[in-house]
């Protein structure tokens, strides 16, 4: 991947971080994405809620069944984008039971090859486009946007300079470039009031993503969850920028050192979302994931288990106690408050 595209820009020049970043995690030939194995489960490069506990998905269930009624759907549609190895798929439709029709968004053919054999009642596709318009039900994207290839804008005196990547003595390095006309908007609408040298993702293809996943809704909601906040939280973390990438659990190179071999992620802007949404036609709110799920009954769920462990200590059965135990503490992984329970979650409604 890396002397692929050092080539690439060897004879085109350099090019948008942007398009760096797609090629990086979703191009067929080496993208971190598009390879024989799967990205996010213990054995992969990064957990998400879904991978850590059912108790997630089963929990959401709840929502799809609030957002039915809402809307007077006895089967409500249920699509999941970048649904994975079918993690939360699976537990949702369990708890679930009777739906109107499922759709998994899934770009990784190893991911697809697991939602086949995991999730089979699903029609698995490759993007959001190709998911039919007229839905009655609930869209969810967890651990999504924060991939989506955004621009490099940094602060200057003068305005905005964008970061691109080029080649210098047979690396890739960033080269400074006039910002184009729609990154320096974005930036200017969206980052605050940030000082000389700071880094700002311009996230412009999440919202377009919003927008376009609220227009596939006939009524319904769109759930968005993901790391990030709105703009006032994200301004301490400016200053570097929250560009980083992830490789067996852990923090990974520079992005430009190995592109292919690891996951590139960004802080998500809610703001920028919580607009493009509300622009879609959308009633937007935006809630903590911890606040979220305890809204949803986990609390309750996590205490009915704590009791039939307690009952199992009394019953001698220590395989099973010591499962239950281990499904509560993965539940409490959920609402950590400075872990999980600190991700946000939009809700984007019509």
């Known amino acids: 991947m890396r002397d692929a595209l050092i080539a690439r820009i060897e004879a085109g020049g350099p090019m948008p971080f942007e398009e760096f970043m797609g090629a990086a995690l979703y191009g067929p030939a080496g993208g971190f994405f598009a390879g024989p194995v799967l990205r996010s489960e213990k054995e992969g490069d990064f957990l998400t809620s879904p991978e850590v506990s059912p108790l997630f998905g089963e929990t959401l269930a709840g929502f799809v069944r609030s957002e039915a009624d809402r809307i007077g759907e006895t089967e409500p549609a249920v699509v999941e984008a970048g649904a994975g190895s079918g993690s939360l798929l699976r537990p949702l439709l369990d708890a679930l039971g009777r739906v109107g029709g499922v759709w998994a968004v899934e770009r990784s053919p190893a991911a697809r090859a697991a939602l086949a054999g995991r999730v089979p009642e699903a029609a698995g596709v490759e993007d959001l486009g190709r998911v039919p318009g007229g839905l009655r039900g609930v869209i969810l994207a967890n651990e999504l946007l924060d991939n989506l290839p955004a621009a490099l804008a940094v602060r200057i005196p003068q305005g905005w300079e964008e970061q691109w990547v080029g080649v210098a003595d047979g690396a890739l390095v960033p080269v400074g470039v006039p910002a184009r006309p729609e990154v ?7 980052a605050g009031e940030v000082p000389v040298g700071s880094l ?13 996943a ?3 809704l006939e009524r319904g909601a769109l759930v968005v969850i993901d790391y990030g906040d709105i703009a ?18 852990h923090l990974g190179p520079d992005p430009l050192l190995e592109p292919g071999a690891t996951d590139i992620t960004m802080d ?17 709110s935006l809630h903590r994931q911890d606040d979220f799920l305890i809204g949803l009954g986990l609390e309750d769920r996590l205490a009915a288990l704590r009791r039939r462990e307690l009952e ?17 503490a993965d539940g409490r992984t959920l609402l950590h408050p400075r872990g999980l329970g600190d991700f946000r979650v939009m809700i984007a409604r019509v």
């Open 268 to 284: 998500v802007d809610f703001a920028a979302l919580m607009a493009a949404a509300g622009a879609a036609g959308a009633e937007v």
């Open 214 to 216: 609220v227009g596939l």
């Open 200 to 212: 700002v993702e311009v996230q412009i293809e999440a919202g377009e993503w919003v927008a376009a």
């Open 232 to 249: 006032e939280g994200l301004l301490p973390r400016r200053a570097g920028g929250t560009l980083r990438t992830y490789r067996a659990h």
């Open 312 to 328: 199992l200590a009394a019953t001698g059965d220590a395989m099973e106690r010591l499962r239950i135990r281990s499904a509560l």
């Open 184 to 190: 320096a908007a974005w930036a200017d609408a969206h």
